[in-house]
């Protein structure tokens, strides 16, 4: 069984930093290209950046040059780093995966950002 599961989020002032995690089991995770969406109130979910298999990464033109995507094959992680944050990034944080067709989502974690 596939699970995802997200930890990092909290609570930051705008111009700090936060960075997420992302656990993964229930697959060769090495083998699989990683996603992080984000969902604000409101919005549809959205996706912010990328990871394949190879380390190529794709970002979100609203969050390049602010947010890093990683990965660590060996700890089956995913992260991502977070930094000039501003209201606007203020949403639910999800890791995002397909696997057998269907994509696969954690339970979110949220990320609040104070101005």
């Known amino acids: 069984q596939v699970q995802l599961v997200e930890s990092g989020g909290g609570l930051v002032q705008a111009g700090g930093s936060l960075s997420l995690s992302c656990a993964a089991s229930?697959?060769?995770?090495?083998?699989?290209?990683m996603n992080w969406y984000r969902q604000a109130p409101g919005k549809q979910r959205e996706l912010v950046a990328s990871?394949?298999?190879?380390?190529?990464?794709n970002y979100a033109s609203s969050v390049k040059g602010r947010f890093t995507i990683s990965r660590d094959n060996a700890k089956n992680t995913v992260y991502l780093q977070m930094n000039s944050l501003g209201p606007d990034d203020t949403a639910v944080y999800y890791c995002?995966?397909?696997?057998?067709?269907?994509?696969?989502w954690g339970q979110g974690t949220q990320v609040t950002v104070s101005s």
């Open positions: 995002n995966t397909i696997f057998a067709g269907r994509d696969r």
């Open positions: 229930g697959i060769v995770f090495s083998n699989f290209q």
């Open positions: 990871i394949t298999r190879s380390r190529n990464t």
